[in-house]
């Protein structure tokens, strides 16, 4: 941890040859996870932020001739790699082997001027393409070269499943088509450096950092991009004072606490995004939430992004999900399907209210699997157990150790196949005492809850907090009578084998398996609570079975 925290510093001094020691670095202290394909979040940090910084972004014209684009870029040095996609136009995301490419290529962009609107001059890598010569039709970019940054329709998904021989097999089909890209990873960390350009106006030293579903081996094609602006790693914050003699101390404004400086800061920049920051639309302040924020949207790149400041709790726990992702692959699969299924049937919304959110589902996720016989994974209690003295780690009080070496991390041998752990989540969750229990994946166990909320799932790290304090009786109902459903339907040899329809089959394939638990419910329509509620569960599971029944009959008549 010691190398990292050195290779950091480095960073933040980031020219060319320093990267070269940050790279090498990085890489030794990892070593032996990387033998097994594995990498810690801080090193893929490092190595994406690194990448970034030797990148441009580039509106393009379709009509753009690719051959001439790159050789026009490669006046500047050699290009390392490159790729287009489609974002209301079409957009380049190239990255240099050296930075000193970038620097001479922006030597040479002109700044805009001629028309009727003036141009706030704030220069940064985010270009235009002109082509003012002929045109030559012969390799254009056509939409075939476009990567997608977007997922399948739910329709198409649905098919691709059904097409599938086994449940296993649609799951991890899923996790393919949903899982962000290589170029989707690379465009989100280049959105946070071209910001991060924006913020070292006043902070000089400063890293934007994604944080979130983004980094955390959980994100699908689309979501949001969370950010953090990384004052902490700032130089002169370590620095001890002698006990005696001279020394200097920066003079600093003050406010009353740390949240009304985290609020200034973020208004500020929130400011010059909104001002200066090109293709930065639709700004807003959320400066009086629990955690202060600026939304935006970024339009080249599509995404809607989310910038706090001083939010080193969330990092933690981003690092902690990344973690149990690795472990063992049935995690993030698991995550994903799961993910998948309540979107499909509105358990969770892109809109903030009272529906469940992809964090505390995936924390449910992470809950279950360490409550099977023998566990996937290990509580983080156990983590913080494993802990070594580099890894120990206090944010405001709430102890945030955790194992950060996973060579250390034991498994045990579960064998269960991804068809029987969905099953069994399903299970799971129809049955589990929401009205009494917490959920806590610190402890592994569940625990009497500490206070009235219909969901009480445990913040990992800030262990007072309720993670889905936002969630009402309904939205746990309809989540509860979803899971049943789907158990149920799992357990049907009608719906959980293959149809027939197999690949290269005409038309449309007959949905089976994962791909009918995300066709509309018959349950989630829901009655009113009241109602359901004078019902015993077993007479409710009888009626969702006569219901499923009668729907099977129409079918086949
Ligand atoms: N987070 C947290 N406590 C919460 C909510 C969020 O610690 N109550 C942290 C988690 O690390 C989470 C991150 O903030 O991953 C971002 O939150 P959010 O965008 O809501 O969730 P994501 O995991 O990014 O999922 P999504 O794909 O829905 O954006
Ligand atoms: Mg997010």
New binding site residues.
Partial sequence: AKCLQKTDAFLHRSIGTDVVIARAEATRSDESDEKNGRKSLHTLHMERQEQAERSVLISCQSSTNEKKFLKYLSKHGEINKYFFYESYGVYAVVEFANQESVTSLLEGVAIPGGSHESAVPFKSRLLSLRNLGSVDSSNQLSGRQCQPQTTIPINELIKRLSREESIDKQISSLTEAYQLTEENSRLRFLVCSLLKDIATAYFPECTIKP????V?G???LG??L?MLLDLDSITGRNVKLPKSGLSLEYQMKRANSERAVTQSILSVIGECVDQFGPGCVGVQKILNARCPLVRFAHQPSGFQC?LTANNR??MK??EL?YLYGELDPRVRSLVFTVRCWARAHGVTSSIPGAWI???SL?VMVLFFLQKRTPPIIPTLDHLRDLAGPGDKTVIEGNDCTFVSDFNKIQLQSNTETLEQLLGEFFEFYATFPFSRMSINIRKGKEQNKPEVAPLHIQ?PFETSLN?SKNVNASQLDRFVALCQESAWLLQQSETSTPRGGGAGGEGAPTPWGLATLLLPSQVAGIKSRKKRRREPASERIKGLLESLKNKNQLKKS
Wanted: with cysteine.
């Fill in positions: 944080f979130g579903s983004s955390n959980f994100g699908k979501c949001d969370d989310d709790v969330a726990s981003t999900l959110t992809n964090f995936t913040n993670v």
